[in-house]
């Protein structure tokens, strides 16, 4: 709905922001003062960051705290942003288990790295523990870890590292060291 003041610009709005004010006040010529002119100008502040969110959301797959924050970075405030971010979720448009399961594989082929890891980097971005869960047990479905893992030893052994640093690194890269002792000898036995 458009709303246009008689003093200042117009500007649009969704029914579902409204808190105190029903649709059916807002006719033409209806004046609103205190609690509902404030709650009407707040619906217009939350169907903005929803514009917003929908111009990121178009450009890639987001997730909500990585969206909350480019919101705030233009100004949003937190209460629009999340009233606009719940509505988005409801309708499907932004989903953090979808971007999990996407992040997850897009990182797949640039980087070589273990659940550890992965689930430590989900984690920064805020995702939930149990859609981290889901996305990790669907992507190790599809993937090999130990597949995985010999590709990151063979990337050490091609660059000359010693097996300490090896070692090492696929630590950092969220491998069990279980893993990387297995991944050893069997890449032993292919030379």
Not at 57 to 78: C, H, I, P, V
Not at 164 to 171: F, G, H, P, S
Request: contains cysteine; positive net charge.
């Amino acid at each position: 709905m458009e709303i246009t003041a008689v003093s200042g610009p117009s500007f649009f709005l969704r029914s579902i922001y409204l808190s105190h004010v029903k649709i059916e006040e807002i006719t033409e010529g209806a004046s609103f003062a205190d609690e509902c002119e404030e709650d009407i100008v707040n619906a217009g502040l939350c169907f903005a960051a929803e514009q917003k969110a929908l111009d990121y959301l178009n450009r890639s797959e987001q997730y909500r705290k990585g969206l909350t924050s480019k919101l705030m970075a233009k100004g949003f405030d937190k209460f629009s942003i999340e009233k606009a971010l719940d509505y988005l979720e409801g309708k499907k448009y932004l989903d953090d288990r979808r971007f999990a399961r996407i992040w997850l594989n897009n990182r797949r082929i640039t980087h070589a790295e273990g659940r550890l890891k992965l689930m430590n980097e989900l984690a920064a971005r805020g995702i939930k523990k149990e859609f981290i869960k889901e996305a990790l047990d669907e992507f190790f479905e599809e993937n090999s870890e130990e597949e995985i893992c010999m590709r990151a030893y063979r990337k050490c052994m091609k660059t000359k590292k010693t097996q300490e640093k090896t070692i090492a690194y696929l630590l950092k890269n969220g491998f069990a060291l279980k893993l990387i002792t297995e991944t050893g000898k069997l890449y032993a036995t292919e030379k």
